[in-house]
C-alpha cells in the first residue's frame, strides 16, 4: 500500500473514482464485514455461460458458523425465466444474492451456474456475468452520462440516452440543469430513490448481464411508474431471453413469474405460478390476501416516492 501511493497520487482522479466505487461495492453490499478468504483458486477458470440456469444445492450459510441463516437449501433457477424470490424480512433473501457474488463461500453445499461450481471459476468472470439493481443505488460523484456509462464504459452518448429511455427517465434527465453533463452524488445535485432506481436500470440495460438481479429495485417507486418500468423491464427480458430473480415484498410486482420461491427461516418453504400457490393456500396465499386488502385500503398508492 506504501510504495503504491505515490502512483495512485499521481492518477489522481482515476484513484478517487476507483476508491469510491469499491465504497460504493460496499454499500451497495453493506459489505463492512467482507470475507477476505474469498479469492480466487490457483487453477480458477472463467465461466462459461450457455443457458444461464443457477442451482444452490444443500447450501447451509451463516455470517457466524453458530447462527445459520441458509439451512441445507436447495432452489433452482431455470435458465432464461423469471424468478421471484419472497418470504417474510430476515428469511436470507439477500444471502443469496451475496453467496451468488461470492462476497462469502457456503460453509456447506455449493452453486453452480450452467453446472460450474462457482468456487472453481474467476471471481471476475463470476461478477460480470451478474447484474443487480439493488434497493439503494449507490451514486458517482459525477455526471449522469458518467454513472449511467458505468455499466459499460465503451458505451457511446448515443447508447447511453437509448439505455436512458429504455429506463423511463431520459425526459426527467433533461429537465435537470445541466442534462446529462449534471453532477450527481454527494456533492452534486440531489436525486430521488425513484430516479436513483431507474439510473440503475438503465446502468443494467447498458451492462447487459445474462443473470439479472432486481433487490427491491422498484420500491422507491410509486405504483403507476414502477408499473410501467416493470413492463418495460419485462418486455426487454423477453426479448433477450435472460435468466432474471425478482427479490421483492410487494407481491404485485412479481405475481406474473415464471416460478414464486417462497422462503422461510432459510429454507424453501413452498413454489410454483402464482395461482399454484394460492390454490395451495399456504404461506404465499395468506400474504397475497393481506396485501391486496392492504392495497385495496390505500387506493393503490402505497409507498409513493412522489416524484413521478
Ligand atoms: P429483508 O427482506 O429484510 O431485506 P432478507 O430476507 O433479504 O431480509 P438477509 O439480508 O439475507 O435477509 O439477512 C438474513 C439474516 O442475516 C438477517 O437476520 C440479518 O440480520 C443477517 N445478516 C445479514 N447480513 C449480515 C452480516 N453481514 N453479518 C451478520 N448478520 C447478517
Known amino acids: 500500500v506504501f510504495q503504491l501511493s505515490v502512483p495512485l497520487n499521481f492518477l489522481g482522479s482515476v484513484y478517487r473514482e476507483l476508491r469510491q466505487s469499491l465504497l460504493d461495492m460496499e454499500t451497495l453490499f453493506n459489505l463492512q464485514k467482507v470475507n477476505v478468504n474469498v479469492k480466487d483458486k490457483p487453477d480458477a477458470k472463467p465461466l462459461i455461460l450457455t443457458a444461464g440456469e443457477i442451482r444452490f444445492e444443500n447450501v447451509t450459510f451463516g455470517y457466524r458458523p453458530d447462527r445459520p441463516i441458509l439451512k441445507n437449501l436447495n432452489l433452482t433457477i431455470p435458465a432464461g ?9 430476515g428469511c436470507g433473501k439477500s444471502t443469496i444474492l451475496r453467496l451468488l457474488f461470492r462476497y462469502y463461500d457456503v460453509q456447506e453445499g455449493r452453486i453452480l451456474i450452467d453446472g460450474q461450481d462457482i468456487r472453481d471459476i474467476t471471481i471476475d468472470s463470476l461478477r460480470k456475468a451478474i447484474g ?4 439503494d443505488t449507490p451514486l458517482f460523484n459525477a455526471t449522469i452520462e458518467h454513472n449511467i456509462r458505468y455499466g459499460n464504459l465503451d458505451a457511446t452518448p448515443e447508447e447511453v440516452h437509448a439505455a436512458a429511455k429504455r429506463a423511463h427517465i431520459h425526459d426527467t434527465i433533461q429537465h435537470f440543469p445541466d442534462g446529462y453533463g449534471t453532477t450527481v452524488g454527494e456533492r452534486g445535485m440531489m436525486i430521488s430513490g425513484g430516479e436513483k432506481q431507474r439510473l440503475a436500470v438503465a446502468r443494467l440495460i447498458l451492462k447487459d448481464p445474462n443473470l439479472l438481479f432486481f433487490d427491491e429495485a422498484t420500491s422507491a417507486l410509486d405504483t403507476h411508474t414502477e408499473q410501467a418500468l416493470l413492463s418495460h423491464i419485462n418486455s426487454i427480458l423477453k426479448e433477450k431471453k435472460r435468466t432474471s ?7 404485485r410486482t412479481i405475481y406474473d413469474s415464471d416460478l414464486i420461491i417462497v422462503l422461510r427461516a432459510g429454507q424453501v418453504r413452498e413454489q410454483g405460478t402464482h395461482e399454484e400457490l394460492v390454490d395451495s393456500a399456504g404461506l404465499y396465499s395468506e400474504l397475497w390476501s393481506a396485501q391486496e386488502t392492504l392495497f385495496a385500503g390505500s387506493n393503490g398508492e402505497e409507498g409513493s416516492s412522489g416524484d413521478a
Open 245 to 251: 430473480v425478482f427479490i421483492a415484498h410487494r407481491l
Open 81 to 89: 425465466k423469471k424468478v421471484a424470490i419472497v418470504g417474510p424480512s
Open 132 to 135: 443487480v439493481v439493488p434497493q
